[in-house]
């Protein structure tokens, strides 16, 4: 049986990409920015480095594409930005989510 | 804001470990990694929370999604160490003997090499491990040193049952031998010099660090007025 811990870690794990996606949904975000987005939206990463795999596969996949920026005066740094095709599997992720989320809420007697 | 040496040695640890598996963005990995590092310092958080408590597995994991220069980097490097452990047997004949006619004792030989292409796998990880971790690098160079050794000794009585043979060498072939060998010292008088350092990827350590201080520093003066935006 999958103790408490471990169940959390195991469904960030299936949702992290959702929730990067979606934070990326808002504007291009550099790395400590996208950690702190999410901390702000109630998600704290127990290694917030983990991010960084994440969204190395993300922009394998296309949903995701970076550019470095170097403003006037300002360092240069890495910022991630959402693609089309990562704004459509946000929308196809989210309603897969919903779906899923609702199905489990209705075994365990949740009401919405 | 700014980066304690703690942190650097995890930064340049982790770097050393992405250049060495041949990683093609290990620099700027290292500078998102810096960056990162610096404002979660500045946030009042530790350097576990950025990396977890395995500096390797996050490393691996981070490295297992970027692109390699070439995926055969290792087995050369294996490869290389055999022939320099080649090289080296044989320079030490010849100064035993005397002579560039030698022979080479082959059991002993296979036994060296695998230490060697055993160190080269296992040693690096050991040492990226230890970064900011004394107990854990103990933890891990034991069990490195205790899977070379048990192998080391199953090889030694293995060929020793065998009767392994020993190697006559004319003087053309020591020479050709011991040419590696040269090539190394020279290698490791050169690898200290900047230019050197910089063809590796690897740069000067404390001159990356006045430089990414510099530019955290800027980060900080920047942060609340800069708004980034792409091309």
Do not use: N
């Amino acid at each position: 049986m999958v103790v408490t811990g471990d169940r959390r870690t195991q469904v960030l794990k299936g949702a992290l990409d959702l929730c990067v996606l979606a934070v990326l949904a808002d504007g291009p975000v550099y790395g400590y920015g996208l950690v702190t987005a999410l901390e702000e939206r109630g998600l704290a990463l127990v290694a917030e480095g983990t991010i960084y795999p994440l969204l190395g596969r993300l922009e394998k996949s296309g949903f995701v594409t970076t550019y470095r920026e170097a403003s006037s005066g300002g360092p240069p740094r890495k910022y991630y930005l959402l693609t089309e095709a990562g704004r459509q599997e946000l929308v196809d992720a989210g309603a897969e989510w919903r779906a899923v989320t609702a199905e489990i809420d209705r075994v365990l007697g949740v009401r919405r | 804001m700014t980066l304690s040496d703690e942190a650097f040695e995890v930064v340049d640890a982790v770097h050393e470990h992405w250049v060495l598996q041949g990683i093609r963005d290990a620099a700027e990995m290292r500078d998102e990694l810096a960056d990162h590092l610096g404002a979660a310092l500045r946030d009042g958080k530790s350097i576990d929370d950025v990396t977890g408590p395995d500096l390797q597995a996050f490393a691996d994991a981070w490295a297992a999604e970027q692109r390699r220069d070439s995926k055969l980097w290792k087995w050369g490097a294996v490869a290389g160490a055999i022939v320099f452990v080649v090289a080296a047997r044989v320079a030490l004949a010849i100064v035993g003997e005397r002579s560039l006619e030698v022979r080479i004792d082959l059991g002993g030989l296979v036994v060296v090499a695998w230490i060697a292409a055993a160190a080269l796998f296992l040693v690096p990880r050991g040492r990226l491990t230890s970064a900011a971790r004394p107990r854990s690098r103990r933890r891990t160079w034991l069990r490195d040193a205790m899977v070379i050794t048990t192998v080391s000794l199953i090889l030694s009585v293995a060929l020793r049952l065998m009767d392994a043979p020993q190697l006559h060498l004319p003087a053309w072939v020591s020479v050709l031998a011991v040419a590696p060998l040269v090539l190394l010292v020279v290698a490791l008088l050169a690898v200290d010099l900047p230019g050197v350092r910089r063809l590796l990827g690897i740069g000067d350590r404390e001159v990356y660090r006045a430089e990414m201080r510099r530019r955290l520093d800027q980060h900080d003066e920047f942060e609340h007025r800069w708004k980034p935006g792409p091309d």
